[in-house]
């Protein structure tokens, strides 16, 4: 999953009119490296979904701003607007991240 470095890096992948999924984590945190063993097959049956993944300390205003309590979170995109958000207690296995992102195509 490729790094966002920028703010503007962030600011134009969420314009996009796809779905852009956003891994807010930390260095430190073990759930979020526990999320990064299962997320290679995950994204591979999501490809019509761009993945990136945002350090939250790094990026700690565009965190807040996006209402991220905890780690690690993800976070939907669309057109520039957050459409959709897993919080950390709810994204710790990969069936919770497949469901979560299954219920993105009800909104289509």
Request: proline fraction near 4%.
């Given at each position: 999953?490729?790094?966002i470095?920028?703010?503007?890096?962030y600011?134009?992948?969420?314009?996009?009119?796809?779905?852009?999924?956003?891994?807010y984590?930390?260095?430190?945190?073990?759930?979020?490296?526990?999320?990064?063993?299962?997320?290679?097959?995950?994204?591979?049956?999501?490809q019509?979904?761009?993945?990136?993944?945002?350090?939250?300390?790094?990026?700690?205003?565009?965190?807040?701003?996006n209402?991220?309590?905890?780690?690690?979170?993800?976070?939907?995109?669309?057109?520039?607007?957050?459409?959709?958000?897993?919080?950390?207690?709810f994204?710790?296995t990969?069936?919770?991240?497949?469901e979560?992102?299954?219920?993105?195509?009800?909104?289509?």
């Amino acid at each position: 999953m490729e790094r966002i470095e920028s703010e503007e890096q962030y600011k134009s992948l969420i314009q996009t009119d796809g779905y852009t999924v956003i891994k807010y984590d930390t260095s430190w945190c073990p759930d979020c490296k526990n999320l990064d063993r299962f997320m290679g097959p995950i994204i591979e049956e999501n490809q019509d979904k761009a993945f990136y993944a945002m350090d939250a300390e790094k990026f700690q205003h565009i965190a807040e701003e996006n209402e991220v309590r905890g780690i690690p979170s993800l976070l939907v995109y669309q057109n520039g607007q957050k459409v959709a958000h897993l919080h950390s207690k709810f994204a710790k296995t990969p069936n919770e991240i497949r469901e979560y992102l299954q219920t993105l195509e009800s909104k289509k």
